[in-house]
């Protein structure tokens, strides 16, 4: 999910990011609003996204389904390199168009005709299984610069692991590699597409443009509805004692939480006023990229704050204990981005006897 104009400085921070994750994909007959289905958009659903670009290393991205309706699907995206911006996707594009705009601007407008943002469409899915080729064009910039090329199917009829209302779950794909521009300007790319002509999202890509040192990656790393994760984390505290979060975002290289934060942190707030006799012990983890002495103080200062905002909610503060411990604990490959992604979390541990 790339963020054009939003530089990032530096030191270790993507491998710092602690993210916690309400996270969902979706798309539903418009009038009935409610959720149906993992991989198809409704209202209150949410994708988390990982990805990197020539502007920073790891960062995470969501995207929030507004509106569903049999016109347009309304999204608000956000990003932990401080982007808020708002797009308006029509259905009939989503179901024929053969451009896709490859990622998020305030420069850019907030309908973009006859393209699509999310994935290709129903109808060059069916082409590139059917016949093993699509034609696509790329937007690529807040420019609304464009380049024509085709995609090629490598191989149908594949899996791959995704977060599905935390858990892991295999998801049918296409898997296709894409050829574009001519002369200076030119990219090539791998996708990975969900294989459901009503909702072909693009799970994964890795791109490479001839003007740019470093591709742009992305990856799908959590999906699910949007409601509050409050009875999954209290289910989960009263039986195994634990509960890892993603989705919890602050400033970039900084332990202020961000607006986005506030609804989970009263879930952990309204979960410890239910069970009045629970303490918890909050630990921030993040991934492998940075300093280890860094992103370790920084785990540590990012958990004091969520138990300070915990706090604010009512909390007694001797109900909650801290620590950081950086990369040191890793629940996914630092090697991939979907890996970084699930090592950057804020576990929750019960300590109560």
């Known amino acids: 999910?790339?963020?054009?104009?939003?530089?990032?400085s530096a030191r270790g921070v993507g491998a710092a990011l602690l993210v916690l994750c309400q996270v969902a994909i979706a798309s539903v007959p418009a009038a009935a609003q409610k959720y149906a289905g993992p991989l198809m958009p409704h209202v209150g659903g949410q994708i988390d996204y990982a990805f990197a670009n020539r502007y920073g290393p790891d960062?995470?991205?969501r995207v929030t389904f507004a509106a569903v309706d049999d016109t347009f699907l309304k999204i608000d995206?956000?990003?932990?390199?401080?982007?808020?911006?708002?797009?308006d996707i029509a259905v009939k594009d989503r179901d024929f168009s053969k451009t896709y705009v490859l990622?998020?601007?305030?420069?850019?407008p907030r309908m973009i005709p006859q393209s699509t943002s999310l994935g290709i469409s129903g109808a060059a899915l069916l082409e590139l299984r059917n016949s093993g080729r699509t034609q696509l064009r790329l937007i690529y910039d807040e420019k609304m610069s464009v380049l024509d090329g085709q995609l090629v199917l490598k191989r149908k009829d594949i899996k791959i692991p995704l977060i599905i209302e935390n858990q892991l779950q295999?998801?049918?794909v296409i898997h296709a590699i894409g050829t574009f521009g001519g002369g200076n300007k030119t990219g090539t790319g791998e996708f990975y597409f969900a294989d459901h002509k009503e909702n072909p999202m693009l799970i994964q890509s890795a791109i490479q443009f001839s003007w740019e040192k470093e591709p742009r990656v992305e990856r799908i790393v959590r999906v699910s509805a949007g409601d509050s994760m409050k009875s999954s984390m209290e289910q989960s505290l009263a039986t195994v004692r634990k509960y890892d979060l993603y989705g919890i975002h602050f400033d970039f290289d900084k332990t202020t939480l961000q607006s986005s934060a506030r609804s989970l942190i009263k879930d952990i707030a309204l979960t410890l006023k239910n069970n009045p006799n629970w303490t918890l012990q909050i630990n921030g983890?993040?991934?492998?990229?940075?300093?280890?002495?860094?992103?370790q103080k920084l785990s540590a200062q990012r958990a004091a704050s969520v138990a300070k905002a915990i706090v604010a909610?009512?909390?007694?503060?001797?109900?909650l204990s801290t620590g950081g411990f950086g990369a040191a604990k890793p629940k996914g490959d630092n090697a991939t981005l979907e890996?970084?992604?699930?090592?950057?979390?804020v576990e929750l541990l019960r300590t109560d006897k």
């Open 170 to 172: 295999d998801v049918s």
């Open 339 to 345: 890996g970084r992604a699930l090592n950057r979390r």
């Open 1 to 8: 999910m790339h963020v054009y104009g939003a530089q990032s």
């Open 313 to 319: 909610e009512g909390i007694k503060a001797d109900r």
């Open 77 to 87: 995206y956000f990003s932990t390199r401080g982007l808020f911006v708002q797009r």
């Open 103 to 108: 990622g998020y601007s305030a420069k850019m």
């Open 59 to 61: 960062a995470e991205a």
């Open 285 to 295: 983890h993040t991934d492998s990229i940075g300093e280890s002495g860094y992103n």
